[in-house]
């Protein structure tokens, strides 16, 4: 049987929790500098916008809550939303697939955006 602590298995969701900012992107980006190419739109994120909880089906998940009112700086379909601390591109997940538009308001819905489970 194997066993890992709730802080073992933090110590990557802690790492995406670090991230200070989340861009909505039309591609993935290969790297922090890629971002750039690809973003449409971005928040700043601070600790309180991430919720660390027990996993759906075990271990620890991370969530990030509903992101609002910042305009499209791009127009495009958000296909990925890129984690980054400014230095460091740390965490891509897949996105809705919505279209952002420049100038436009868009949101992020509230979503899981990662999960570790136990070992077994």
């Given at each position: 049987?194997?066993?890992?602590?709730?802080?073992?298995?933090?110590?990557?969701?802690?790492?995406?929790?670090s991230c200070t900012r989340v861009s909505a992107c039309t591609s993935q980006p290969a790297n922090f500098a890629?971002?750039?190419?690809?973003?449409?739109?971005?928040?700043?994120?601070?600790?309180?916008?991430?919720?660390?909880?027990?996993?759906?089906?075990?271990?620890?998940?991370?969530?990030?809550?509903?992101?609002?009112?910042?305009?499209?700086?791009?127009?495009?379909?958000?296909?990925?939303?890129?984690?980054?601390?400014?230095?460091?591109?740390?965490?891509?997940?897949?996105?809705?697939?919505?279209?952002?538009?420049?100038?436009?308001?868009?949101?992020?819905?509230?979503?899981?955006?990662?999960?570790?489970?136990?070992?077994?």
């Amino acid at each position: 049987m194997a066993l890992a602590s709730d802080a073992a298995l933090d110590g990557t969701l802690d790492i995406i929790a670090s991230c200070t900012r989340v861009s909505a992107c039309t591609s993935q980006p290969a790297n922090f500098a890629g971002i750039a190419a690809v973003s449409v739109g971005n928040y700043t994120l601070v600790g309180g916008d991430y919720t660390k909880a027990n996993g759906d089906t075990s271990g620890r998940k991370i969530s990030l809550g509903a992101k609002s009112g910042n305009n499209g700086t791009a127009t495009g379909v958000a296909n990925f939303l890129a984690y980054d601390d400014g230095v460091t591109l740390h965490w891509v997940t897949a996105a809705s697939g919505d279209t952002v538009n420049s100038g436009s308001p868009w949101t992020i819905g509230a979503y899981k955006i990662a999960e570790v489970a136990d070992p077994t």
